[in-house]
């Protein structure tokens, strides 16, 4: 890390100005910020009756999936610049019309927020696990895009945002409806169409744009560096987290992620490996902070199935945030629906959402969100 940068990097006001570069100075890239993510961002509360037959059956599983969380607009307003959006094709349209879990809340009586409008249109559709966990603040792929695009549009000097795609297309439990497995071309090319349509133009930015003249995309972030900052501001871009099989569907015909609109998650090394996600920054600590060093993005996360809230254990959190991990992914950022009342929060150091990364930049600075 050149001292030039450190030096830019620490001139980042909390205003989101940037001084005006010198010649002699590089100016400051999007990897060297580091943001508090959602996970699961699109999650709404499960029925009461659902929750009570579950917690009946299955009280662990009850326990871990006891959390929920703001539309994606209201995340965004508190500073959330990363977020999850599990998806599952449905290409007629239908699939998931006639969840087990609607059913038992009707025969309760309740009334939920499922769409079942939405979900006989064909299309990606947005939700967490099949007849369980099946509503969405956004029920649709198009419409989850859509309500992070406006709201970038609305604030055209944000950090750019991370979102992270979970294609769930192997069957959770012999209980649920089983996905369509996406490890077909004609899939993935869909799922690109929808977020080119979603996010049109240079809104979104794509590996080709930070592959740019380099060999392979992985040389690109090893060797020139990702967009600047001040070109980041204002966009979007997408990680593809899904099983092998999927990954290496998508990059067929596709060397370095030509032409694709994600950027996957690949293997270290290989020429697609631009960014990486890891689940426990407790265990791999040291390989994140490798990672991040040698210009690669990392999410993490710093809680899971409700284990932290319940103790307001801020270990993982703490080891999150010193890692240098890009995105650090939590189900309880401030202001996030806490329906047991844990009163549990995540923050970077100091209550921030988004601060110059720890790892690459030396000098204490700040940077607005």
Not at 76 to 88: M, P, S
Not at 238 to 247: K, M, Q, T, W
Request: hydrophobic letters at 45%; aromatic letters at 6%.
């Amino acid at each position: 890390m050149r001292i030039a940068r450190l030096a830019l990097l620490a001139a980042l006001s909390i205003g989101g100005a940037t001084q005006a570069a010198k010649p002699d100075r590089a100016p400051a890239r999007m990897n060297e910020v580091q943001v508090v993510g959602s996970h699961n961002s699109f999650k709404a509360r499960i029925p009461d009756a659902v929750m009570a037959e579950l917690r009946r059956r299955d009280p662990k599983t009850a326990a871990a999936l006891d959390y929920y969380h703001l539309p994606l607009d209201a995340q965004l307003d508190r500073g959330v610049r990363q977020i999850e959006i599990d998806v599952f094709a449905d290409p007629k349209g239908g699939r998931y019309a006639d969840p087990k879990g609607e059913r038992l809340a009707q025969a309760a009586g309740e009334t939920t927020a499922f769409d079942r409008a939405a979900m006989l249109r064909p299309g990606y559709k947005v939700f967490h696990v099949p007849d369980i966990d099946y509503i969405s603040t956004c029920v649709t792929l198009r419409r989850c895009l859509g309500v992070v695009d406006a709201w970038s549009r609305a604030h055209p000097r944000h950090l750019p945002i991370m979102i992270t795609i979970n294609a769930a297309d192997t069957q959770a439990s012999a209980q649920v409806a089983a996905p369509l497995p996406l490890d077909d071309g004609a899939l993935l090319d869909s799922l690109d169409r929808e977020i080119r349509q979603a996010i049109p133009g240079r809104r979104l930015i794509v590996p080709d744009e930070v592959r740019g003249r380099a060999a392979t995309l992985s040389a690109a972030v090893h060797e020139s560096g990702w967009p600047t900052l001040e070109a980041a501001r204002g966009r979007i871009y997408v990680l593809f987290d899904v099983r092998p099989a999927v990954s290496n569907v998508y990059r067929a015909g596709h060397p370095s992620l030509r032409g694709r609109a994600m950027f996957g998650w690949y293997p270290d090394g290989e020429p697609e490996s631009a960014i990486q996600i890891v689940q426990d920054p407790l265990v791999d600590a040291a390989r994140i902070r490798a990672w991040v060093k040698a210009g690669v993005i990392v999410r993490t996360r710093t809680d899971a199935n409700t284990v932290e809230a319940r103790t307001h254990d801020l270990t993982k959190a703490k080891a999150a945030a010193d890692s240098g991990a890009q995105a650090v992914s939590t189900d309880y950022y401030p202001g996030a629906p806490d329906p047991q009342a844990f009163g549990f929060a995540v923050t970077l150091p100091g209550g921030a959402m988004a601060r110059c990364n720890p790892v690459l930049v030396a000098t204490p600075c700040s940077v607005a969100p």
